[in-house]
């Protein structure tokens, strides 16, 4: 087997180790170098993008009465979207971080990147640690989500009916105190975090096509019965605290809708089959870059261990072991 040097061109690869927000967290003490101090930082975006509502919601005399429909409290999109899914999502960068470098280092120490392809394994490395890095992505995104990721929350998915963020006056929908800090911290804040993760999977999707394309060193034997490469599905398991938060955020959605709209629950079968599709995607997609080479590797070794097994069937027929035709 290939010997791996010490300094490993994998050793560098991080998916969340990097940005302007993880500098912004190790600058404000709400994390380190490695991404400690977890619990801090879902204490800090909770209270931020939630507490504040309900004081308003509380000042106002709508969290849990009042002239509305829907007050604060019985608001579950609202509880699940900031007191689950945004603190899974924060979980999430540990977990990822944890599980998704030593499998990527496993490229190198299992020689399926052979030495001589390790400088351009490096040169992927880096151009994935810039890509993660980039500021005009992350400024890109917060553009986003203050325009279109706005537009999409305020038509498709709050609550048409009155609520303790909104109520109909004149045929237009008006923001109470809370519901402009639920439309322009909270929301913005929350989708934020969602596309900065969708993101970091468009990264490491692209990572793995780039990787793809090296001359790889995959063994049709191997016992994983994946060339080798038995070791990327445990990339699907880190990114499960994310499929977590997606599914928990639909649920919420529908829950606000068969309960305060008079939906029932198979009127979303569309919206779950469509969920379930795009989540299996965001975690199966990034493998399947893989396929052609994997392909290729079979063909080549049905070929060569079907020639090989025909000369030691032949042997032994020329020994009068068995009978066959050769």
């Known amino acids: 087997m290939n010997q791996a040097p010490d300094n490993k061109p994998s050793d560098d690869f991080s998916l ?20 400690g101090l977890v619990k801090r930082r879902i204490m800090v975006f909770s209270s931020f993008t939630w507490l504040p509502m309900l004081l308003l919601s509380v000042f106002v005399g709508e969290a849990a009465g009042g002239d509305i429909k829907v007050p604060f409290l ?3 999109d609202v509880h699940i979207r900031f007191l689950l899914a945004l603190p899974l999502l924060l979980v999430a960068e540990l977990v990822v971080h944890q ?9 190198v120490s299992r020689g399926v990147v052979p030495p001589e392809a390790l400088p351009q394994l490096q040169t992927i490395v880096g151009s994935a640690v810039r890509l ?32 303790w963020f909104s109520t109909l006056v004149d ?6 105190p809370a519901g402009y800090w639920y439309a322009y911290v909270s929301i913005p804040v929350f989708q934020f975090m969602l596309f ?15 990787v793809s394309r090296l001359d790889l060193h995959l063994v049709p034997t191997h016992p994983d019965r994946a060339g080798g490469l038995g070791f990327l599905a445990g990339s699907v398991a880190a990114f499960v605290p994310i499929l977590l938060a997606q599914g928990v955020l639909l649920a919420g959605m529908i829950a606000n809708r068969i309960f305060y709209e008079g939906a029932t629950l198979l009127a979303f079968k ?15 997609g990034p493998l399947s870059v893989f396929a052609l080479q994997l392909a290729a590797c079979k063909r080549q070794g049905l070929l060569e261990y079907g020639a ?12 009068g072991y068995v009978t066959v035709t050769c």
């Open 132 to 163: 993660r890095n980039s500021v005009l992505i992350e400024v890109l995104m917060i553009a986003m989500v203050l325009t279109g990721g706005h537009y999409l929350w305020s038509s498709q998915i709050a609550l048409e009916t009155a609520t």
């Open 74 to 76: 019985y608001d579950i």
């Open 308 to 319: 090989l097994a025909s000369s030691y069937v032949c042997g032994f027929e020329r020994k």
């Open 171 to 176: 045929g237009q929908q008006q923001l109470s």
């Open 270 to 284: 569309p919206e779950v089959a469509a969920a379930v599709v795009f989540m299996l995607l965001l975690v199966l």
């Open 99 to 107: 599980r998704i470098k030593p499998i990527v280092q496993q490229f």
């Open 16 to 35: 969340v180790l990097g940005g302007p927000l993880y500098q912004l967290f190790i600058r404000a003490q709400l994390g380190t170098d490695t991404l």
């Open 196 to 210: 900065r993760w969708y993101f970091r999977v468009f990264v490491w999707a692209r990572f793995l096509w780039q």
